[in-house]
């Protein structure tokens, strides 16, 4: 069983939509959890950072971390055709190494 | 403007070759990494550095070195020794003390001729 799970899609939803996207994990040490977006042929960048439980929202962006479930989860508000991309979690029991989730690729039509 | 340079963008290695991606920041970070992206396996860590002539291996550190002589520069060889080096290498960094997530580059996709 890995580490991190993640459904890697594709998910294809149409403008205006909200997306879920979730990622479950083993290792109840973790308590730092990211998420991250990767355009094709770019490299990830950082769109949300939690330590340990709760809510955290950014603009359209809300993330979620369930520690008790081992479950974490990003919704996006009103999506774009802009917010197409691959969604990367990630997570950290100490500030070196991460794990990563596989990825979710969405899609997002006008 | 602040950020992390990889380059070059894409790498082409002929068989028994080895081949070197460059990795710079100006972030004044101190721990710096490489990771490998390979289709639907997600990034898995190659090696690892928190501080000047200093490394670790990660998880698939067999057939890649690296030094680490600057703060700023971390480059990653692959050696003939890795066979199958097909990828797209990516290169992180993030400061050593307290927490901050690490930040990405733009990746190096390397193919073999």
């Known amino acids: 069983q890995k580490e991190v799970e993640q459904d890697p899609g594709p998910l294809s939803v149409p403008e205006g939509a909200i997306v879920s996207l979730n990622c479950t994990y083993s290792?109840?040490?973790?308590?730092?959890f990211m998420w991250y977006r990767q355009y094709s042929r770019k490299g990830p960048e950082l769109l949300m950072y939690?330590?340990?439980?709760g809510n955290k929202e950014d603009g359209r962006f809300t993330a979620q971390v369930d520690k008790s479930s081992k479950y974490i989860s990003l919704f996006i508000r009103d999506s774009q055709p802009s917010d197409s991309a691959t969604y990367l979690c990630?997570?950290?029991?100490?500030?070196?190494?991460?794990?990563f989730g596989t990825g979710t690729r969405l899609q997002v039509f006008p | 403007d602040g950020g992390i340079t990889q380059s070059p963008k894409y790498l082409f290695r002929k068989e028994g070759q080895n081949v070197t991606l460059s990795c710079e920041q100006n972030?004044?970070?101190?721990?710096m990494y490489w990771y490998r992206q390979d289709p639907g396996q997600g990034l898995r860590l190659i090696y690892y550095?928190?501080?000047?002539?200093?490394?670790q291996k990660g998880d698939i550190a067999e057939g890649y070195s690296v030094s680490r002589e600057k703060k700023e520069s971390f480059p990653l060889t692959v050696t003939s020794a890795q066979k199958n080096p097909t990828a797209f290498y990516l290169c992180?960094?993030?400061?050593?003390?307290?927490?901050?997530?690490?930040?990405f580059g733009d990746g190096t996709r390397l193919s073999i001729l």
């Open positions: 972030l004044n970070h101190d721990a």
């Open positions: 290792n109840s040490a973790f308590q730092y």
């Open positions: 939690t330590y340990s439980s």
């Open positions: 550095s928190q501080i000047v002539n200093d490394f």
């Open positions: 992180a960094s993030n400061p050593r003390d307290g927490y901050e997530p690490q930040h």
């Open positions: 990630a997570m950290s029991a100490r500030t070196d190494k991460l794990i």
